[in-house]
């Protein structure tokens, strides 16, 4: 599991005083590209290789409000790594007030930089295997 | 059912040449804005009133890439309306090309401006209800 | 002149419940493709064509505050359009409070797609031309 | 001056494959937040005392790109600390590609709670000044 800090900023926040529900899957991006980075997968890389891992299901329940200024742990890790998916898990802690906010989750497949859907080559699903929890 | 069209900025776009997956729920605020304006329910007069209606899950599946300057259809209607939980459905598709490029849901939860959970009020609850699917 | 009507959504308002400064140029860059396309370019199809057209300098200058679900009119207008450098002016109403918020302009240069600086094509500079205010 | 460092995230890169020229100015607001927290100033503590400081101004000249996954530096600073403006600016660089990439500005007027335009009270004022270069 990776933990990925991120400071809530004043463009994150909405009219009811509480971070804006879409920028939660911001917040998973970044992280995940850490996580990813951590394992040795640099997404950019990847990418420059010819694979992309678009999001085609993201999912989020918000339990507790997030507010201005807070430092923001999101813990991350990799739920399942297949072939022809791999599911991201996530939930958002504050570093002050420790209590869970949100968890969700992203689902990704593999394309080609055409856009064809292929399966994972080796060293990318041996890497996203391995790191597996 | 109520359809909300928008055209894709160049600012929803992102590396892959798509639209980016977290824009996708603000497309969905703003046609669940508009949904709830035709059923007579000015949200900004709700939240004057007193009754916050916070997303306390929000899911999207992506079926199609949607690319820029598309003029989207974000077919949007209430799903069920309870006096706890409200639940809005979304389908997004192309006018040009109109297959369906993404499905969705949110699901709302009723807050007092403090933020204490409270059930719908009648008022409220009627319209939510009678325009339920 | 070209009008550009566009709806405060939810995910534009901050802290301060007004619209959050950056999402101003998101409506210029909204309005500047709707003005460019009554001009006869489709900024997509002139991307196509090789040509990028990216910010190269930005200014807002706010007013009065916006405010949730207020309709605006974004009043875009060619300012001087050159072989090397394209500005375009805004100014932002209310369509029920129709006092100026906001006024602001973006500089515009012209790309290839490799990213090289050339002059704008004889079609592309002669509508601009033909527009400028 | 203060260094506020960003890591560029796939949400801020545009179809030309650099970040959206309107990002930028989350990135200040970002670096604006850590230098006044520098300087002893909590900006969500001044809010919280009565006094914001809106954007009226905001400039950006953008000189060169910046890509997806960028670790950036924005060196911040205040220009000038007045009774009714606080101007702050702010460079652009890359940390492997150190080029400047690009400056900015933003001006800020203080208001009460109410909406009221008044002078910086002495507290402020007097850190403010202090720390202007």
């Known amino acids: 599991m990776f933990e990925y800090r991120v400071r809530v900023r004043y463009a994150d926040i909405d009219r009811m005083n509480v971070a804006y529900h879409s920028r939660y899957f911001e917040w998973f991006e970044a992280a995940r590209t850490e996580l990813l980075r951590r394992t040795g997968l640099d997404y950019k890389t990847v990418e420059q290789q010819g694979i992309m891992m678009p999001v085609i299901e993201a999912h989020c329940r918000y ?3 997030v507010h201005y200024d807070e430092m923001l742990q999101i813990r991350t890790f990799i739920k399942s790594a ?4 791999l599911r991201i898990e996530y939930g958002v802690y504050g570093e002050e007030d420790t209590r869970k906010r949100a968890d969700g989750y992203t689902v990704h497949c593999f394309l080609t930089s055409g856009g064809q859907v292929v399966r994972a080559p080796d060293p990318l699903y041996d890497i996203l295997r391995t790191d597996q929890k």
Chains 1, 2, 3, 4 share one sequence.
């Open 63 to 65: 339990m507790r409000p």
């Open 82 to 85: 297949g072939r022809t998916r």
